[in-house]
């Protein structure tokens, strides 16, 4: 039987990113995509639980297409309980329109939906690209997909472990290959931009601008992006700071 | 100067769990509630990117109470950036109707709060009570929620640690104790009930049952949980799985 893989992403299940993904992973098993039917940028690990969700098949053929209205975890929950007929062999997510680097996993949908992967031990990689643009060009991300999908069907993932891939927005002749890294320590700076309505009440938009705090490390994603590489970022869900452990057990 | 404690939540600004926690901090020093307008049960670290924010004073007296129409993090992004004129001393989120315990974490906005003010190196607690009822006694929560934020104001948290601490549904009488532990290895098995709206189109409720896949070990949270005791979780923000890069080198 193929390696029956799942594609979802949070940007929709319209956008030009995903579509490059089908592309990429079409060839190596059979190809279902379950999609938010609005885009789902910065919903993290939400699952909807208060407003029903809807799935609608919206197309046959090539692929099998289903929308949801709702987050990409939503999708892989009723993707891997509700419509496929078996637990899927891969679950690929993204091509993301925008980086997820750093501390942006944890922010991110597409990787929500990897990390939810991860949860069920299904071998689960996130993909993103370092550019917000609708028509960003994903011919290298695409390319080298496939090369990361390969070694992943072939070798599988550890336990509750999944791919953060992110490919720099450069021409192929500028790339300097793959790298397996660790996530950079960084932090998004906040900057509100306050404005008032017609009626003259005030609203925000969430605005800012990230930083990263490592000191001439060249081992974080960070790093390999600034640098022409693709970071590849096992990531777990095990969040235990095992280290603090011992003293906190001298307070309580 | 007393110290800034901020008050959050994913229940809501009327939530009594949240009302429970501000009794908690308010004599360890000036107390500034911002919460969810609305539930954000779920909503992990989202962000909202897509609509503006909105944040309206609801009291002055005894307590100040902002509502935001937006998600935990979101109100300790606008906090933090907007509305208080310091950087807080600590956050606190919670009490949440619910357990947040083990692979929880991951989809809580109790705890999306706290590890946003992990991220932002502030000393943060995410506490929760294993009663889902509106209802719920936070009386031992309550107690023992002092007795951890004392300490912490006292002694701080290690960069980029929060802690989840869950509190068991129990009388004061079988209560053992406060227990520092790992997050346990466990996962939600989703059951979605699908049905007919009157128009004759199928929807999903997401529905599931936790279970969790120790062994016997005694150092978890469900172990310290179903043995009276309140469980202590350091949480922290690096996702990476270090073991699995060595071997990860070699595929890529």
Known sequence: MKPLILVTNDDGYTAPGLLALVSAVKDFGDVVVVAPELGQSGMSHAVTIKTPLRCTKVADSPIV???????????????HYQILDRKPDLIVSGINHGTNSSISVVYSGTMGAALEGAIHNIPSIGFSLCSDSYDADFTLASKYAKTIVAQIIKHGLPDNTCLNVNFPNIAEKDFKGLK?????????????????????????????????????????????????????????????????????????
């Open 65 to 79: 297409v289903y929308k949801v209205n709702g987050t990409p975890v939503d999708c892989v929950k009723l993707a």
């Open 180 to 252: 397996v890294c660790r996530q950079a320590k960084g932090r998004w700076q906040e900057e509100f931009d306050k404005r008032q309505d017609p009626r003259g009440s005030s609203y925000y938009w969430l605005m800012g601008y990230f930083t990263h705090h490592e000191n001439g490390a060249t081992d974080h994603d960070e790093w390999a992006l600034a640098n022409n590489y693709a970071s590849i970022v096992p990531v777990q869900v095990d969040l235990t700071n095992y280290t603090a452990i011992d003293n906190l057990k001298k307070l309580f």
